[in-house]
């Protein structure tokens, strides 16, 4: 039998301690702000989960998510408000809610926030490759988007020293309200 991972109150949301199976509305969770990379929801806590990563994300207009790379994993992203732009293997596409963008490893990728309003996005990856975990590269639509490194690199404190780094924060408003 799994046990039931106990939920533990931080200053920044509720984080599941330990391991096991556990249910977590997302208002409640501890999010990050990356400033210019926007907002993400962490539902892990001490413990990463093995197999699956998941988030969600908000992004402004203009917003990359993170920076155009690949990995040697399976990456899916569903945006369920709003509007994004993918820049997939040096093309741009345009995305609404409800697309789906699949991208099986060694896709390069990047998602940048566009409209007149915020994005939401959930994001969900598997993860087995270990230290393997892929890079960032160059696209110049990428660097257009400001998504984008000048030289390759596997390193992630490489590819975002320009961004400084994130904050830990409690949910501050950012979900839009969603009708059945």
């Known amino acids: 039998m799994v046990p039931e991972a106990t939920l533990r109150e931080t200053e920044h949301g509720l984080v599941p301690e330990g391991e096991g199976w556990f249910v ?17 929801c962490f539902y892990e806590g001490d413990v990463r989960f093995d197999g699956l990563g998941i988030n969600v994300g908000v992004l402004e207009p203009g917003q990359p998510a993170c920076m155009y790379h690949y990995e040697n994993e399976q990456e899916d992203f569903l945006v369920v408000a709003g509007e994004a732009l993918l820049v997939v293997e040096g ?12 991208c099986p490893r060694g896709t390069k990728h990047v998602i940048v926030g566009a409209g007149s309003g915020p994005c939401v996005i959930v994001s969900v990856g598997t993860r087995s490759a270990g230290d393997d ?48």
């Open 24 to 40: 977590l509305n997302t208002r409640e969770a501890r999010w990050r702000d990356d400033r210019p990379l926007g907002k993400v």
């Open 133 to 180: 975990w892929g890079a960032y590269t160059v696209d110049e639509a990428a660097l257009r988007h400001g998504a984008g490194v000048e030289q390759e690199t596997t390193s992630p404190a490489e590819a975002y020293a320009r961004f400084g780094r994130g904050e830990f924060t409690r949910y501050g408003g950012w979900l839009p309200e969603l009708s059945a």
């Open 91 to 102: 093309q741009e596409r345009p995305l609404q809610a409800w697309d789906l963008v699949h």
